[in-house]
């Protein structure tokens, strides 16, 4: 199977006109024509990436997000994303990103991962096929929950080293809004839309901390990071039935060298 047959299908399926505007998802940099070895799946493409790719025979990337998200004006060899760059076309390897066309039609996913399943979509974004499509879950508690124990099944289900919090540890909860990746920007929306007690995202703002504490919304900040490093599996379950072609089928590698950027001191 060449580069392109996998592209097209993955079009088909994550098509990349329901993107956002500012977004850059699909081709980064490819190579149509040349027959598919292994396929790595990865949240950003980077130099260490890349050499992992390579250590496992792979001609492939599907990261989640773009390596050329911002304008690139000129390559050289002294910049970071320049030499990934470099590296790619040297080494002839394909990258090609899923971002918010994904996030949008996945957008259960971080609820289901952390232990919460049946929310329903939080940030409505349009339709796909009949669809409703959009960012996040809102989810109504069976049972009452004390945020302690909210905050301990999310680090227990997502494997996190730590996350944040502000609000009361002892706050009562019945409604949890989930919003994967920087979804903190959106905190002031999701409250006057959903008035959940709980909102579990990333990228939490000073701003949009104090105006949840202000309406007594309980925030658990599980970083872009841990909110989105789960994405990896899914993707490479969305891919693997399309790279089977008869008897041959390519291997898929899930990326274990990303690390969250962050530690605590």
Known sequence: MEIKDILKNLEERFPSWIQEEYDNTGPQVIFHDEEVKNIYICLDADEKTIDDALKNNCNLIISHHPMI????????????????????????????????????????????????????????????????IGY???????????????????????????????GDISQNIDSIAFING???????KVISLTNPDCIVTGDVGYHSAK???????????????????????????SVIDIITVGDIKSEIIVSEIEKNPFKVY
Do not use: W
């Open 69 to 132: 998200f911002r304008s690139l004006k000129s390559i050289n060899n002294y910049d970071s994303r320049s030499k990934a760059i470099i590296k790619l076309i040297d080494e002839r390897i394909s990258l090609f990103s899923l971002h918010t066309n994904f996030d949008k039609i996945m957008f259960s996913y971080l609820s289901e991962s952390a232990g919460f399943p049946g929310g329903e979509l939080l940030l409505k974004k349009g339709l796909l096929d009949g669809k409703e």
């Open 211 to 237: 105006y949840a504490i202000d309406n007594n919304v309980f925030i658990i900040d599980a970083g872009h990071f841990g909110t989105e490093n789960i994405f990896k599996k899914l993707l490479a379950e």
């Open 182 to 188: 920087a979804g903190g920007s959106s905190i002031e």
């Open 136 to 166: 996040g879950t809102l989810v109504k508690l069976n049972t009452t929950l004390s945020s302690q124990e909210v905050i301990s099944r999310i680090k227990e289900k997502l494997n996190l080293d730590y996350l944040i919090y502000s």
